[in-house]
Every structure is written in C-alpha cells, then in structure tokens.
C-alpha cells in the first residue's frame, strides 16, 4: 500500500441534450435494474446521498422551470446542450484514510455548497453522492470492500442576459434599451475562457498577438480546489492531467483479472479435451463399442450382455459429460474474452480523451 500516494481534487463537466440526459439520469438516479458493465453494488445503493432531490424526470424538472419562466430557452436548437453534469471526485483512498463513508458525505455536502455557489441553488436538478461503486484495485489492495465516493451534480447552466427593444419597437426612443432581463440557458456562455494575466495583472499574449485564454473547466478546477482547501480539507492537491489515474488503474485491474480467469478456463478446457481425447482415442475401444451386441433375428433390436451394456452406458456418460463440460468452458471463455475486450476499449477510450480534453 502505497503511503506517499498523491490524491487530487477533481471537478469536471459533462453536456447533455435533452435526449441524453436521460442516459446520465438512469446512472445517477439508479434507476437500472442492473449494472453488468459497472462496479456498482445495488446492495449499497440505499447509502447514496442526496442533497438535492429530483421528484420528477430531469427534463420535467426543466420543463417546470421554463413554464414558471424561471430559465428561458430563447434561440436554442432542439438539439442544444442544456444540462451540465458536475463531478466531483478524489481518490477513494484519500477517503480510505480520513475516515471513509462519514466522512465523504461531510466533504461532499461542502462540495455541493460550492456548486450551489458556480451554477445557483435554484438551477440545480439534482446532487447524489455514489457510495455504491466499488473500486476492484483498492478491495483487492485493503483485502475488504472499499467505495469510490463522488458527486453528480446536475444543472442548467443559466446566464442572466438583457433582451433589448428592437426597430420593431413602435416607441422609437426604446430602441437598444433594456426590454428585459432573462435567466437564459447557454452553456457556451456560462463556461468562457478567460484571459490570462501576468503578475502584474496585465493581459498576456502569444508571439502572434492573440491573446492566451485559461479553459473554463481549470478555472473551475481552481475555484473548487480553493473552496474545499479553505474549508478546511486537506491533503490533497489540484487535480492535474492525469489526475483521472485511479479509473486508469482500476481498468487495469479488471482487464488483469479477467485475463488472468480467461487464462485459467483455457487451460480446463485443454485439459478437458485432452482427456476426452485420451478417453476416446483408442481404437480398440472403438471397435469394441462397434462390435458390441447381436442384431435380433427378424428385428431390428440388438441385444447386449450385461456387462457390455453396462461397458457402453459409462461410455456415453462420460462422453456426454465431457461434451457438456466443454461446452459451458467454451462459453465462459467467449464471455470472457468479451468482458476483456469491453474493458480494454474503456481504457483506451480514457487515455485517449485525457491526452485530448482533461483539464490543464
């Protein structure tokens, strides 16, 4: 167990239409029957947290606040992006070793004060806290069941923005004045790039005379890290990139595992054939079983003696057996290579979208 190992504070957002958010709420919602692709222990479901209950759908939730005219989706396309999906995370050992279930809901129900704070208490859908996701590398490491907590938050991003009267105005002397003030979803202009500053709080440029912009989403890594740590929460650091390593690992571990059982049923199924084949390689067996019996005089019966009948009946059981056997190991090893393959895919996916759009 490695006791120098750094934890990271991360905050990411994730976009959503309002066809895929539905997705995201089956997840966060734990509204699946199942997870066969997940680590998530229905069992431990009832420990999730909510600090913010959706009583409806997500997309009821908006409709809702569109028609008490609370949000506006004024000059969006249908297919616009209007649910962000925050996720707050640190290493689940980080948790481990401050004092785990308890204290993840302490630090969490903090993390969703300051979400409260970045996207407004009323635009806020819903907020869970997952405690029923095992992390498979650190169980196998403690030797005992250990959960990776972390935090959904769902929410409409809303700026406020001035509606101004129009030439169409009858009363010219309104033109360019403020008609009204909206709550507007837009995620484009919720989450703007900033411009970098010197030490001298002076703008920065390039060689070419652009200016140099700070993402959004560091920003927001920023801001949380400063919240929790002035909260009073420590021992850990600034996500950084690659701060998404504990999934990274935990891949490798499933992949290991599910490698090392596929390994394992191969080597049944060869010793299983191997000795099937042994069984019923011999010739002489062979002829004897062919040979077994005298065709009735007049009938198409044949008749055995007792202990060729008896010869001949342990023969096919052991064969039908072996034939069974052989057929369920070869069925778990396509499982199985499947199960790999799947998990092999994930991770490839997960480096490859850190080396692309994980937060600087």
Excluded at 64 to 93: P, T
Excluded at 243 to 259: A, G, P, R, V, Y
Excluded at 320 to 347: F, G, H, M, P, T
Aim: hydrophobic share 30%.
């Amino acid at each position: 167990m490695d006791k120098n190992k750094t934890n990271y504070s991360v905050a990411r957002v994730e976009t959503y239409t309002k066809t895929s958010i539905t997705k995201a709420e089956r997840h966060n919602e734990r509204k699946n029957k199942s997870y066969s692709n997940m680590n998530v222990d229905l069992s431990q479901t009832p420990n999730n947290i909510h600090y913010k209950r959706c009583e409806t759908t997500y997309n009821e939730k908006l409709k809702e606040l569109i028609d008490s005219k609370q949000v506006s989706l004024r000059g969006l396309r249908d297919n616009a992006k209007l649910f962000d999906e925050l996720i707050f995370d640190i290493n689940s050992d980080y948790f481990e070793k401050h004092g785990g279930y308890e204290f993840a809901k302490e630090f969490y129900e903090k993390a969703f004060h300051f979400a409260e704070e970045e996207m407004g208490t009323d635009n806020i859908i819903s907020a869970v806290m997952h405690a029923d996701e095992i992390n498979t590398a650190l169980t196998e490491e403690y030797g005992k069941p250990i959960y990776h907590y972390h935090l959904h938050v769902v929410a409409l991003p809303v700026v406020r923005k001035e509606v101004k009267w129009t030439k169409k105005c009858k009363d010219k002397s309104l033109i360019g004045t403020t008609k009204e003030i909206i709550n507007q979803v837009s995620h484009s202009n919720k989450w703007k790039s900033e411009q970098l500053l010197d030490n001298q709080g002076k703008p920065v440029y390039d060689k070419k005379g652009n200016a140099v912009l700070i993402k959004s989403y560091s920003l927001l890594q920023d801001r949380f890290f400063k919240y929790m740590s002035d909260s009073g929460y420590k021992d850990f650091i600034r996500g950084v990139k690659g701060s998404n390593q504990e999934h990274l690992d935990d891949l490798q571990f499933k992949i290991k595992k599910d490698t090392e059982r596929l390994e394992n049923i191969t080597n049944k199924v060869e010793e299983k054939e191997s000795s099937y084949n042994d069984y019923m390689k011999y010739d002489k067996q062979i002829e004897e079983i062919s040979s077994l019996g005298k065709q009735k005089r007049f009938s198409k019966k044949i008749e055995l003696e007792q202990e060729d009948y008896e010869n001949l009946t342990q023969y096919a059981k052991k064969g039908i057996v072996a034939d069974k056997e052989i057929y369920e190991l070869n069925n778990r090893i396509d499982n199985l290579r499947s199960a790999v393959d799947k998990w092999k895919s994930l991770y490839d996916d997960i480096v490859e979208k850190r080396k692309i759009t994980f937060m600087l």
